[in-house]
């Protein structure tokens, strides 16, 4: 049982650069999130999904995008990538809004240099 | 503006003992709250909840306490073991909202 894939597990960019974050979950959830974790800030909302064909900002979501391809991807899309953009980025899932708690990938580690 | 907060960064217990990590917030909205753990290279696994409408929730050597009124909860490890060791995150949530809010961490170390 997978769960919550990412690739890549590690990435480097030079500043500039685009690149596209993979997400896909099997445990038929409804929601998908993108977070960020950076030494001394914990997990920041970039972006979230609550269902298939919607998506949100989160806390952080400028210089990202993001595409809910099917109920089963979430994918993050750096444009123009930037030094602040390295970061440890985890792809989550849940089933539902509400007492459902998150399932999260291993995270993708991005620098930008 | 931090809404949730955990203000040690690290805790170091003997293992046999009770380690408790505690998790303040500010949003008196939130009405759900869950404590994560996470090893190096690995996202972070769930490990407990609690509901506003109750103060406190146990699951095997694992108890959370909520002070509603102290916007404080709190995370028991008894007895804590060298397994335990990771990084704590206590995360919030309001109503039927999606978003989770975490906090900043806590590395635990138990030691033998």
């Not at chain 1, 690149?19 to 993108?34: E, G, I, K, R, V």
């Not at chain 1, 899309?77 to 980025?89: D, F, N």
């Amino acid at each position: 049982n997978a769960g919550v894939t990412q690739t890549p597990k590690f990435q480097v960019l030079k500043t500039g650069q685009s690149m596209t974050l993979q997400c896909a979950q099997d445990m038929n959830h409804n929601s998908m999130y993108w977070y960020r974790q950076d030494p001394g800030m914990g997990l920041r909302l970039i972006y979230y999904s609550a269902s298939e064909g919607t998506t949100d900002k989160g806390e952080v979501p400028n210089g990202y995008n993001v595409s809910r391809l099917n109920k089963r991807e979430f994918s993050l899309r750096l444009e123009s990538a930037a030094p602040s953009q390295t970061s440890v980025y985890f792809c989550a899932s849940s089933a539902g809004p509400y007492k459902s708690p998150l399932h999260f990938g291993n995270g993708t580690r991005l620098t930008v240099t | 503006d931090q809404q949730v907060k955990q203000n040690s960064p690290s805790l170091s217990v003997q293992e046999g003992r009770i380690s408790i990590l505690n998790c303040d917030y500010t949003n008196s909205m939130f009405d759900y709250f869950l404590w994560y753990k996470k090893y190096p290279a690995e996202g972070p696994t769930f490990l407990i909840s609690i509901s506003s409408i109750k103060d406190k929730n146990e699951d095997g050597r694992f108890t959370v306490f909520l002070n509603k009124s102290a916007k404080h909860l709190s995370l028991h490890i008894v007895p804590s073991q060298p397994g335990d060791s990771a990084v704590y995150f206590c995360a919030a949530k309001t109503g039927t909202a999606s978003k989770l809010t975490f906090g900043t961490g806590t590395r635990l170390q138990v030691m033998l």
